[in-house]
Every structure is written in C-alpha cells, then in structure tokens.
C-alpha cells in the first residue's frame, strides 16, 4: 500500500496549484485505460427477500524498542541537510492529474457517488455481478459501492461478486461495507463468511486497550480485503453525551473524549496499515442527539467550545493518525448551522480549517428521513457538494443526484473546478490505497 503521506501530499500540491494543472496540455495525452473484464460472468439474481436498512454508512501498539546507537568518537562535521526526494509525489500528481484530464464530465460527476448495488443496477436484492452490473456501470460509472448483510450470502459469493464488479468498472471502486462489530456488522454477523465478528466498541473502550484495538483493525483490513472490500465505514468516533441516544450507544468507545480519541487512533491505525481505506464517523459529533436521523430530523444544541472540548476530540486523534475519509451526519446543530451538517458550508469548514482535515469528505446515507423528508436526491446531492463534501452516500434517486449536479454544473450553481477538486482528493485516495494502479 502506497502510504496516505503520499495523497495528502498530492492533493496539497494540486489545490495549491489552484487547479490550473487541468490545463489544456492534458488534454492532448490519450490517457490509457484497459479494463476488459477477466472475471468469469454471471448472471444477476433478483431474490424476493428486501435489503437491509441503510445504516450509516487509533494509536498503534508502540513499535518494538531498537538498541540505541553508540555515540560518535568525534563531532561529526556538520552537513547540509538534503532536499527531501519528492519523485514519487512528484510522479502521483502527474498521473493522477492525467487521469483526471481524460474523464468527461459525465464521468468525474459519477464519481462523486457512492451508491448500493440496487441503487446502482435497479435489481431487488444484487447477490451476483454479471451482465445487468456491467451494463450499469458502463452506463453509471460511479466511485463506490456500499454493500449489506442482504448482499452478502456466503464466502465464495461474494469474493465473486466484488471481483466481477471491480472488473466491469473503467475507474477502480471504492467497495465498501459497514463493519464497526457489535451490531453494526455486514459481513462478521455471517459465520458463513469467515469474518471475525468483534464486540461492541463499547467493550473495548471500556478496557482502553490500544493494542487489542490496533489488533481488531488489523484482523478486520486482512479479512475484508481477501474478499475484495477496500473500504471499511469504520470507526465511530462519536462521543456519547447523552445517555438516551440509542442511535450510537455502544457503537461509541466511550463518553470520555481521551478513551474514545485512543481507541479511534488505534483502531484506524490498524485497518490503514493493513490497506483498507478507514472512514470516521459521525462528524460533527452524533452522541449528544435522542433522535435517530434514519427517521427524520436529529439535532444537537451543543456548543462550538463544547464540541471542541469533546466530541471533535477523536476526530482529531482519527486525522491525526492518517484517516483517508471522514463521514459528516444529517444532525442540525444551530450552534453552527440550520442545515443539516452534510449540507453545510460551515460544518465542512470546521472539518477542514479548525481540524485540519484534508482528506475525502462523504456524507451519511441519503436515504436516511433527516434528507429524504426535505429534499429531493438532486437537491441534497447540489447542497452537499457546494458545502464541500467530496462524494454523496446512497443517494435515494441515483440518477435524479446526477442530474440534480449536471444542471447546477449548467447554469453556474457548481463550477467544473469544485467538482475536479473533489474528483482529486477520490483519485488522490485510490492511487494511495492500491485501487487506482
């Protein structure tokens, strides 16, 4: 895995650049793609039975002690320090700059969603790949896929799936599941699918033990990954402060912000050393809310001070140790804005300026009822993205989303360099995780 260090360091460079890299000398450069499919195809099943409910979608043990070195003889002449070797960064940007300059609109639009395999291909229950989610992502060519317990039936299924959707696609997805343990576990809860199914956060909180954490994340990156996801929704940085908000409960580590921030830490180090993409969730903050926002709107009261003295504290931890995504909630908090958090220009602002954020931004689902009660899918999908969010979580009407952002693109409401900044920090997070090769 190419180390996150890279990304950042290529999306540093591009948004420095102010975008001018998309210039028309790129546009000259073919740039080649061969993604003929060499999985076998199958065909697609349309079960009877529903899918599931949307859901919303660390420190590392301390390295082994080294023997320290003898000291020299003698004062060593002082040297000039050396320029550090940015070939590689260097070399990242290019390409991804490249790559991006080869897309149409159409497609770079595409990939700011990430949608279910129902929403993708229009099928009841996807438990297969073949000719129908080929046909599909020809026609909508996405940046990710979320897929649940309905989705995944055993082992061998999936690891066909995923395999034979990754191939149909032109750019590599973003394949990804909810897999926190306790009662958020998509694959885990399966014993057919040989994923360990870990306790409750919670649990672990309550024993504050980084490395059994650190561990839960590496067993988590190794299991996943052999079955093809690439993205875990993981973890829940949110700090409860209400004891009557039962949409987080034992999803948080803890109610103490330090306990919570160590075990984010450790737990993000563990599933990003083992090259799965970690994802914290929910900002700005979902333990101070009573209302679960699957079922209309949630809202906190809490403060910008209190959210800073507890809640943004594991958040910190999370970016701190490298977290390639973070997911922003549907709670309003008037404190800092009367839309919901995912749609707000100031919310996505603290995340960006106060923590320092830089990475790729997604909002929760929005097929949760705080979105889907006051907006229409192109609606949030327009909201979302000119906030500053980089790509939108299972949109309700896919293709109204796509649609709603093409027009804002048409009549000035979006401009291209919003969205190729966004399309950047995707591609950026691809190439640095392996995806995008």
Request: aromatic residues 6%; negative net charge.
């Amino acid at each position: 895995m190419r180390t996150l260090r890279i990304v950042i360091s290529v999306i540093l460079i591009l948004v420095s650049l102010g975008l001018l890299a998309f210039s028309a000398a790129f546009l000259f450069h073919a740039f080649p793609r061969d993604t003929a499919s060499k999985a076998q195809d199958t065909t697609q099943e349309v079960p009877d039975t529903p899918a599931d409910e949307p859901e919303t979608a660390e420190e590392s043990p301390a390295p082994a002690p080294t023997q320290p070195e003898p000291e020299p003889e003698e004062e060593p002449a002082a040297e000039e320090p050396s320029e550090p070797d940015t070939t590689d960064t260097d070399d990242a940007a290019a390409y991804i700059q490249e790559y991006l300059a080869a897309m149409t609109t159409e497609e770079k639009v595409w990939q700011l969603f990430i949608t279910t395999p129902e929403g993708l291909t229009g099928v009841t229950t996807a438990t297969q790949a073949g000719e129908t989610t080929r046909a599909a992502l020809a026609e909508r060519p996405v940046g990710g896929i979320c897929y649940f317990a309905a989705n995944l039936v055993d082992r061998t299924q999936t690891m066909a799936m995923l395999e034979n959707t990754q191939s149909y696609a032109k750019t590599p997805l973003f394949l990804g599941v909810d897999e926190e343990g306790g009662r958020v576990s998509r694959a885990g809860s399966n014993e057919a699918m040989g994923v360990t199914h870990f306790e409750a956060a919670a649990t672990y909180g309550a024993r504050a033990d980084m490395a059994e954490v650190y561990q839960v994340g590496s067993t988590l990156a190794s299991e996943l990954s052999a079955l093809g996801f690439n993205v875990d929704f993981a973890p829940v940085a949110d700090v409860v402060t209400n004891p009557n908000n039962t949409e987080i409960g034992d999803r948080s580590y803890s109610d103490d912000p330090q306990v919570a921030a160590a075990m984010v830490s450790a737990m993000v180090d563990g599933l990003q050393r083992g090259g799965m993409v970690s994802c914290l969730k929910h900002f700005p903050g979902h333990g101070s809310t009573e209302t679960d926002s699957h079922q209309g709107k949630s809202v906190s009261n809490r403060t910008v001070e209190e959210l800073e003295s507890c809640e943004w504290i594991p958040f910190q931890a999370g970016i701190d140790k490298g977290a390639a995504m973070v997911m922003v909630s549907h709670l309003t908090n008037e404190n800092l804005s009367d839309l919901p958090a995912d749609l707000s220009p100031e919310v996505i602002g603290y995340l960006r300026g106060e923590l320092g954020f830089d990475g790729l931004i997604v909002t929760d689902s929005h097929q949760m009822g705080a979105i889907t009660d006051y907006y229409t899918s192109g609606e949030a999908a327009v909201l979302a993205l000119k906030a500053g969010v980089d790509m939108v979580l299972m949109p309700m009407d896919l293709q109204d989303a796509f649609d709603g952002v093409m027009d804002a693109l048409e009549d000035g409401t979006l401009t291209q360099a919003r969205i190729d900044e966004s399309v950047l920090r995707i591609l950026a997070v691809k190439y640095s995780f392996g995806i995008l090769a």
